[in-house]
């Protein structure tokens, strides 16, 4: 509330937030704009993924596609709520645990590519970087990782 008192008194104009919560000096974007942004990265993000399919049968080229598109799909939202607020919301106590095993997989991943060139870790690697994935995403959503974890448990006698 202090901060629209001080926008509509034209008070302290230069440190004020736009709808997304960043400082105007810090990202000279508009709000459509970083739709525009957001939308362009994450289109970018699923054409790399969905080119990764057809290169299937090369698991080298589809762990490069296929991990540089799911580092713009989930990167795209920085456009939206901020760089800061993305690693903030990334380094949240509820989804660290996520995040890290997350990033560990994509450079576990990009090592088996690219320095170690073998087609089964690559596999396997990547394997391991569609369930983190799946597992950070859950995060976002209330109870869900509770939910998949109640589900294991009963359809396979163990817990996530």
């Known amino acids: 509330m202090w901060k629209l008192s001080e926008s509509i008194l034209g008070d302290n104009e230069e440190q004020q937030d736009n709808l997304f919560g960043e400082q105007e000096g810090l990202c000279s974007l ?5 739709v525009y942004g ?3 990265c994450l289109l970018a993000g699923l054409v790399c ?3 990764s399919l057809i290169v299937f049968v090369k698991p080298i080229k589809f762990a490069l596609l296929f991990t540089f598109g799911n580092m713009l799909a989930i990167g795209s ?3 939206l709520i901020g760089p800061v607020q993305q690693i903030s919301m990334m380094m949240d106590p509820v989804r ?3 995040t890290a095993v997350y990033v560990g997989c994509v450079v576990l991943a990009l090592i088996c ?3 170690i060139h073998s087609k089964i870790l690559t596999l396997l690697a990547i394997i391991c970087e569609i369930c983190a994935l799946i597992w950070y995403s859950l995060s976002y959503i209330p109870f869900a990782r509770r939910m998949v974890s109640n589900v294991t448990i009963r359809l396979f006698d163990t817990e996530i």
């Open 38 to 40: 957001f939308a362009a």
């Open 113 to 115: 590519a690219l320095m």
């Open 77 to 79: 939202t920085a456009f």
């Open 49 to 51: 993924m969905f080119l």
């Open 96 to 98: 660290v645990y996520a």
């Open 30 to 34: 508009s709000p459509l704009q970083r």
